[in-house]
């Protein structure tokens, strides 16, 4: 039966066979000087303690003493300290302090050893004597001298003496002395690293009955130094990870403990600073460096460096493979790269990646360093570094179709879980423009990765956040599903991985709704249970979107409101979807300054790193809400930026919606031209959900081209179910009264029907919401014709947020109020909407309007039969009356006729006297407003003529802002821009208005209000 150290010294029989022999000998009365030399970790303080204790169960005394690197400059101390320990110590405390007054006497040296030599032999001629001196290379010369004497003296006596070494650098005399002792009287055994099955047979015995690839990658991560494995087996058990069920035991994750200071320790305790720095360097560069590499990082010479690469080969950290060293265990390769601190190693990788790029080494190899170095002018040089690869012709295609595996191999020696690298190494190849060698790259990184311990969850969950944002909702659920084959993930990340399955569900099929909504509330369950803030948020935000997809606006606003009220928890996580989702709501709901806030505190809370990945949702989320606010030229200008960010940073879904946005944008601005480079192909538009959106754009656009056939035609998915795609109709409260106005055009009169009947379910389902009853209101007064809900849909929007949808009503309203006889209300309501179009920007419909009123003095606006709302409802549009004036204040119309001038004459009070003598008062039947025949601006104050109309919308906001009292600095505080843009603008404002000085324009703006009041601009 083997004794209990026995188990641990595998494949350590020559050793232990020395042992016997040695204990064998001493038994027999002779004695003798075994010494084990070997690298640190490889088992010689193990082989001393088993031999310690098979020495006492033999019955012979046993005295010991492990040495300190101070013991060398102490006397004769590690001989004396060994001889006065044990149950039947060599000699009592009085004499060693005796002896010790001696060892401080050079001269008395002689004398000390002779008293030495006659209590040894005293105590030897009683029982034999096992003397043990385990790290003898940090022993003082008295001692080596003192064993260089005594040996010789104790040879025919049962004293044996056990000592144990490694190659550590001594003063150079003290090394002679150990190496004259060793060579003259001790049998050396040497220990090297365990081979393949020995390391095998001990990570076994220590785990148990575990599974052969869990003994594998253990061994593989200690290199085959014993104490390294017993090290990494105890600290996997201290951290719960080495599990047993069903008669198997499992280590649980394929990355090293956290903390690999405590698994290195005893392999790197004993070396010189020199050496630490020169492994640490080593570890940067690699897994197997060149000794001119090193010393390019740290400045020195090889000639400096090689004292400190031989005390590390000799301590069994590096080995020698001819042309470079490697490390020996990849356990302390990553304990030495992770021990130096951030800043260091991050400068570090830094001028490794300028090494590999000088001397040409392999793409991936520098790369790698420069994605480690993590500095932004190290990202835009990888980014060079990977657009160089993918057009240089000399470059082989092998490099660059392994490029993917070869950067996460790099990466992972370095950073074995962490998903923070392999996401930075997706990010430069979209920005080399590399989509395909991304994806591949992270796929590689997936189906390596698991969710068995927490550390690997997170990292598994980030690398999947990624593949949704890269829009492959797919093949995120199909890496979900295969990992789930497997083990359950940690209970505390259970919650994150229930909403990416339920992300990609929503993502992947709009008909899941149902379903994602229902893992999502389990998530929001689940994570309030466990204290998973960033997942309970994230679950919100979604059951929000679940809610608006289904038609339910209300509810989610109100999920939205609890999700931004729970703050920023994990915004990063996500890439801002968890902001996103709640500021398009919110500004749906008619709030979009409350959405800008949302978006402020998005972008304030999000670090430059996450930023890069969440600008594209960022830029999408406040174009929507400044389109809310009627804001079309900064909207055009965030989408553009959005969709620059898409193309650096690839994201398909934010790029297509941006796409659809630039195309109403355009169109409702007028540019026909631009917004036609906007579309997609019908064959190339996106798929699902997007698609709606994407075909609304486009039918929109061919409306505005005078083809409403065709934007029917091309809004037949829409049509065929609208439901499905009730988020984005319900989200604009101009989109389901177009779809009725281009259905009526193109004599659709079944689809207009269901558009009504769809805006008037939605409003009803959610009663509070001011946009969706205006909505329906509008929808339902366009199809039949009738004034009264028009009238209601403006009241809705005057008190909403939304006025392109307010000048949208008033257009449609003033045609119902005409037909009803109202032409003095009518002209009102299309000078309102006039002016709420030019100030937002949009020139399709300013166009429209005045092409629908005369500003001549005296002009009149004739119908063409069929007029309305868009261009005008049914198709018609509107022309001026081609009647002329003629003589005696009549005018002439076609067909040679003469119509006879007014005979009512205005009456003071503000009233008109009409033939008969009765009097029309302001307000009796119509509000006080312009004739037909007046202009919608007054002439300046001046008399030159100015244009109202000629205005952009910057313009307009700079002078809306002064005309309140505003300064110049005060105007561009407000508007976030600068004090000379501010003045550029307002010079071309006076010009173009013909005013001087700012009280004219203040009137001139008084002027076109449509309260009366100067109108505070939308905030920036």
């Known amino acids: 039966m083997p004794a209990p150290g026995d188990q641990r010294l595998v494949g350590r029989e020559r050793e232990r066979a020395a042992v016997r022999r040695a204990l064998d000998t001493t038994a027999a009365g002779r004695g003798a000087l075994l010494v084990f030399h070997g690298p640190s970790g490889s088992g010689k303080s193990l082989l001393l303690r088993t031999a310690a204790e098979q020495a006492a169960r033999r019955g012979m005394t046993v005295a010991t003493a492990r040495l300190a690197r101070l013991d060398q400059h102490s006397a004769m ?84 003496w056990l000592a144990a070494y490694a190659d550590f650098p001594v003063v150079r005399p003290t090394r002679d002395a150990l190496d004259r002792l060793l060579a003259a009287h001790a049998e050396v055994v040497t220990l090297s690293a365990l ?134 265990a990849p356990l302390v390769h990553r304990a030495l790269h992770g021990s130096l601190l951030g800043p260091v190693r991050r400068a570090l990788h830094a001028e490794a990646a300028r090494l590999c790029a000088a001397e040409a080494r392999p793409c991936a190899g520098s790369v790698g360093h420069l994605i480690l170095s993590g500095a932004p002018e190290d990202l835009e040089q990888g980014v060079a570094q990977l657009e160089w690869l993918l057009r240089h012709e000399d ?5 660059r179709e392994e490029l993917p595996g070869a950067l996460v191999a790099q990466l992972r020696r370095y950073e074995p879980v962490a998903a923070g690298p392999v996401r930075t190494a997706v990010r430069l190849l979209l920005a080399a423009g590399q989509t395909g060698p991304a994806q591949r790259l992270l796929d590689t990184a997936l189906d390596a990765a698991g ?67 229902a893992l999502a509330r389990s998530a929001v369950g689940a994570a309030r249970r466990s204290g998973d803030a960033a997942s309970a948020t994230q679950g919100t935000a979604l059951l929000a979107l679940c809610a608006q ?53 998005w972008r304030d809370e999000t670090g430059e790193q ?67 480079a906007h579309l997609e192909p019908p064959t190339g538009a996106p798929s699902g959900l997007l698609g709606g959106f994407a075909a609304f754009a486009a039918a929109w656009h061919l409306d505005a081209s005078g083809d409403p056939e065709a934007a029917v035609r091309r809004l037949a998915d829409v049509w065929a179910d609208p439901g499905r795609h009730a988020w984005f109709l319900a989200a604009d409260p101009l989109a389901l009264p177009h779809l009725v106005r281009i259905a009526l055009r193109a004599g659709a009169h079944e689809q207009a029907a269901e558009a009504v009947d769809l805006a008037r379910r939605l409003a009803r389902r959610n009663p509070a919401l001011t946009p969706l009853t205006g909505a329906a209101l509008h929808a339902q007064g366009l199809y039949r014709g009738l004034a009264a809900p028009l009238h209601r849909a403006v009241r809705a929007f005057r008190s909403g947020s939304h006025p392109l949808a307010l000048a949208s009503a008033l257009e449609d309203a003033a045609d119902a109020t005409r037909a009803q006889g109202e032409p003095l209300r009518a002209t009102e309501m299309l000078l309102e909407a006039q002016r709420i179009y030019v100030a937002a920007g949009a020139g399709l419909g300013a166009e429209r309007v005045r092409r629908r009123t005369r500003f001549a003095p005296g002009g009149l606006v004739r119908d063409v039969p069929g007029g309305g709302a868009g261009e005008a409802a049914g198709g018609g549009r509107r022309v001026p009356d081609d009647g002329r004036r003629v003589a005696g204040g009549g005018r002439q119309v076609p067909g040679g006729g003469r119509e006879a001038p007014s005979t009512a004459r205005e009456v003071p009070g503000g009233g008109r006297q009409v033939p008969g003598g009765s009097r029309e008062m302001p307000g009796s039947g119509s509000r006080p407003g312009p004739r037909p025949g007046s202009r919608s601006a007054p002439q300046p104050v001046d008399g030159t003529a100015g244009d109202w109309d000629s205005l952009t919308p910057s313009e307009v906001r700079v002078v809306r802002l002064v005309a309140e009292g505003l300064t110049n600095r005060e105007t561009a505080q407000r508007l976030a821009v600068s004090a000379h843009t501010v003045d550029s603008h307002l010079r071309r404002a006076f010009a173009k208005l013909g005013v001087s000085r700012r009280v004219e324009l203040a009137r001139y703006v008084l002027a076109h209000s449509p309260s009366g009041q100067v109108p505070a601009p939308t905030s920036k």
């Open 610 to 676: 996450g930023w890069v990945w969440a600008a594209p949702r960022w830029h999408l989320a406040r174009a929507v809400q400044l389109w809310h606010c009627g804001r079309l030229e900064d909207a055009e200008q965030e989408a553009r930026a959005g969709v620059e960010a898409c193309e650096r940073f690839a994201d398909p879904g934010t790029r297509a919606a941006l796409g659809a946005l630039l195309v109403v944008v355009a169109t409702v601005r007028g540019d026909l031209e631009r917004a036609a």
């Open 451 to 517: 969710w068995e311990t927490d550390v690997e969850a997170v990292a598994f969950a980030e690398l999947v956040e990624v593949l949704l944002r890269l829009g492959h909702p797919h093949d995120a659920l199909r890496q979900l599903r295969r990992v789930a084959k497997g083990s359950p993930p940690p209970v505390r990340r259970r919650a994150w991985f229930t909403l990416l399955e339920s992300r990609c569900l929503l993502a992947y099929s709009g008909a899941d709704t149902a379903r994602a909504a």
């Open 195 to 328: 081979d393949e099955s020995a390391a095998g047979e001990l990570a076994a015995g220590l785990l148990g009955a575990a599974r052969p690839e869990d003994v594998r990658r253990v061994v593989a991560a200690a290199g085959g130094n014993p104490s390294l494995i017993e090290r990494l087996v105890h600290l996997l058990r201290e951290e719960g990870r080495i599990r047993t069920g069903d008669g198997e035991v499992r280590v649980l994750g394929g990355h090293p403990p956290a903390d690999l200071s405590r698994a290195t320790a005893p392999v790197l305790s004993g070396i010189s600073q020199q050496t630490r720095e020169l492994l640490q360097v080593g570890a940067v560069l690699g897994r197997r460096f060149s000794l001119p590499d090193a010393a390019a990082l740290t400045g020195r010479s090889t000639m400096e460096l090689a004292t400190a690469a031989q005390e590390a080969t000799a301590a069994g950290l590096l080995a020698d493979d001819g042309t470079a060293f490697r490390f020996r």
């Open 77 to 160: 101390a590690p001989l004396l300290t060994a001889l006065s320990t044990g149950p039947r110590p060599v000699v009592s405390a009085v004499q060693a302090e005796s002896l010790a007054a001696f060892a401080d006497r050079p001269t008395h040296w002689s004398r000390l050893i002779e008293l030495l030599h006659r209590l040894i032999e005293r105590r030897a001629a009683d029982r034999p004597l096992v003397i043990v001196l385990d790290d003898l290379q940090w022993a003082d010369q008295l001692t080596l001298a003192a064993l260089e004497t005594l040996l010789p003296r104790l040879t025919e006596l049962p004293v044996l």
């Open 395 to 399: 470059v082989p295609s092998r490099e």
């Open 549 to 601: 997809r289904a038609g339910d606006v209300t509810g989610a606003l109100r999920l939205a409101e609890e999700a931004v009220a729970a703050g920023p928890h994990g915004t990063e996580r996500g890439f801002g979807w968890e902001r996103a989702v709640p500021a398009l709501i919110i500004s749906a709901a008619g709030r979009p300054l409350d959405a800008a806030e949302v978006l402020k505190a």
